[in-house]
């Protein structure tokens, strides 16, 4: 979508994927693990790939921000412009070119990543080697500890050994259990209908009224008022549009899966349910709460939920989204909850990702449960 991103930014590559990441029901990671199974390569949709073979073509500028973001540049450290496009004052890239010697080191260093991944899977199973282990945001890695130190490695953190002495973590099923009372329990499962209103920010002052209608667990409407004009996504079942103007774009069965579950875990009261593979993974603290952490692991991605140790509700959950050279991440918090009508419902949701362009922050003012809602809300739009 024009309006939401400028064609010359490295994370816009097609236009229906920046017309996504305006209304977030899905964005720019939700797709990663239908896109590792279906579309093309890389190699085979991009000219002078070495090192990157075998990676979705959907993926590449997802790894690429994560690339940029571990060492603190921007896509111009390592790639040619070739100044502004007359006619649309887009930036011309120069994908392809070798001119660069900072490229050269790059596939070095990306060669050297998945060297390590590959010979050494026993010792980095839990933390993946990755830019970021050891750039840290810096073009140099930082090899020696500043000083002067305020700890020396022969001293234990004074509650350490206490925490892990005292703490009896509870089951999983009595971490869902609780959940689910605190949403609102048999309330929450028999809500049929919600309405959120409010407003959606981003930065560079991308600031908008959105309203969004859940009916059930497949039907989805998003309306964004922006300043270009009214764009809607329409999820119903296995099909969905994009709307804007006289423009309608019907997504893919995969598109409309996506959004689908982008919508469930976002904007109903019910956000995460037990499934086997999940596991208690410890404790660990979100903001000033202490949470209990839970865990499920894919050939495709690392979720983890981050359950409030005395509340019961979901605080946050982080996404590692795995690709051929390293994970990416995605987080999502959940605040300010309320009981709206016998549930408890977050009035506001923050989505941080790779590239802080991508993320959002939506506040809502007004959230109604169990209000009639017409199903032409969620009918196919007709083009004009």
Same mark, same amino acid.
């Given at each position: ?6 064609? $010359? ?17 899905? $964005? ?19 000219? $002078? ?30 790639? !040619? ?12 890239? !120069?994908? +392809?070119? *070798? ?51 305020? #700890? ?8 350490? !050994? ?18 689910? +009372? ?23 002052? #991308?600031?908008?009224?959105? *309203? ?23 999820? %119903? ?6 709307? %804007?103007?006289? $423009? ?9 899966? *996506? ?5 469930? +875990? ?54 590692? %989204? ?16 309320? *009981? ?30 169990? !209000? ?13």
């Amino acid at each position: 979508m024009p309006v939401e991103i400028s064609m $010359n930014r490295f994370t816009c590559f097609i236009v229906f994927l920046s017309a996504i990441v305006c209304l977030a029901i899905t $964005n720019r990671s939700s797709n990663v693990a239908s896109a590792s199974q279906v579309g093309n390569t890389v190699d085979q949709t991009r000219k $002078n790939i070495q090192v990157l073979k075998g990676l979705p073509d959907s993926q590449l500028y997802l790894l690429m921000n994560s690339v940029a973001t571990s060492l603190g540049v921007d896509c111009s450290f390592c790639h !040619v412009q070739q100044g502004k496009d007359p006619t649309t004052g887009t930036t011309k890239w !120069v994908w +392809e070119s *070798d001119d660069k010697p900072q490229k050269q080191t790059a596939r070095r260093m990306m060669q050297m990543v998945l060297a390590i991944k590959a010979n050494n899977k026993v010792d980095f199973r839990e933390n993946e080697v990755t830019c970021y282990t050891c750039h840290r945001g810096q073009r140099k890695p930082i090899g020696l500890p500043s000083m002067p130190l305020t #700890r020396s490695g022969h001293e234990t953190e004074p509650d350490e !050994v206490a925490l892990s002495a005292s703490t009896i973590l509870p089951s999983l099923d009595q971490i869902f259990s609780k959940y689910f +009372e605190a949403v609102g329990g048999i309330a929450a499962t028999n809500t049929r209908t919600l309405l959120l209103k409010g407003k959606r920010e981003a930065s560079q002052n #991308r600031s908008w009224p959105n *309203d969004i209608t859940v009916a059930g667990p497949d039907k989805f409407l998003l309306v964004a008022t922006t300043a270009g004009g009214t764009i809607r996504q329409i999820v %119903n079942g296995d099909k969905g549009w994009t709307v %804007n103007g006289t $423009n309608v774009r019907t997504l893919t069965p995969a598109e409309a899966l *996506d959004a689908r579950n982008r919508g469930n +875990e976002l904007f109903t009261v019910v956000k995460v349910k037990p499934s086997q593979g999940m596991r208690l993974a410890g404790t660990q603290k979100v903001g000033e709460r202490e949470a209990y952490v839970v865990e499920n692991a894919t050939d495709t991605k690392t979720d983890r939920y981050y359950f409030d140790s005395q509340t019961g509700l979901l605080l946050r959950k982080i996404t590692l %989204n795995k690709t051929l050279l390293m994970p990416f991440p995605e987080q999502v918090d959940f605040e300010d909850y309320r *009981d709206v009508d016998g549930v408890k419902m977050p009035f506001i949701i923050r989505y941080s990702a790779i590239d802080t362009y991508d993320s959002w922050t939506r506040t809502f003012t007004e959230i109604k449960r169990n !209000v009639v809602v017409e199903d032409t809300s969620f009918a196919i739009p007709s083009p004009k």
